[in-house]
């Protein structure tokens, strides 16, 4: 990841879970790989290069709470969240052109 400057992780409500002493509340949830993988992605870039792009409801793991999280409604698609996604690029000093996004 040596050459790796910004991060987007996807988190889909793939799977259902719940705390042991809620078992009958499941809430929708990311795969575990993929909330381990952006906990190393934050880990190794800061979570200031790092975006979570959620669907829907996925639940947003406790221990990255307060990271960059921009979601995308359920039957939306990733048009929803392009500026944003954008800006977020701006922000940590990517130039982009904005034309672009047109193409989506």
Known sequence: M??????????????LGAVATAAN???SRARQNVVF??????????PERVCAIRRGEAEIPS?????????????GSIRSIAIDIANELRAAGYILDANKLLIL
């Not at 040596?2 to 992780?9: E, K």
């Not at 993988?37 to 800061?46: D, F, N």
């Not at 990271?67 to 995308?72: G, N, S």
């Open 37 to 46: 993988e952006h906990g190393l992605v934050v880990a190794a870039l800061s």
């Open 2 to 15: 040596s050459d790796v400057g910004f991060a987007f992780v996807l988190l889909t409500p793939d799977d």
């Open 63 to 75: 221990d990255l709470l307060g990271v960059l999280y921009k979601t995308i409604a359920p039957g």
């Open 25 to 27: 509340q499941l809430q």
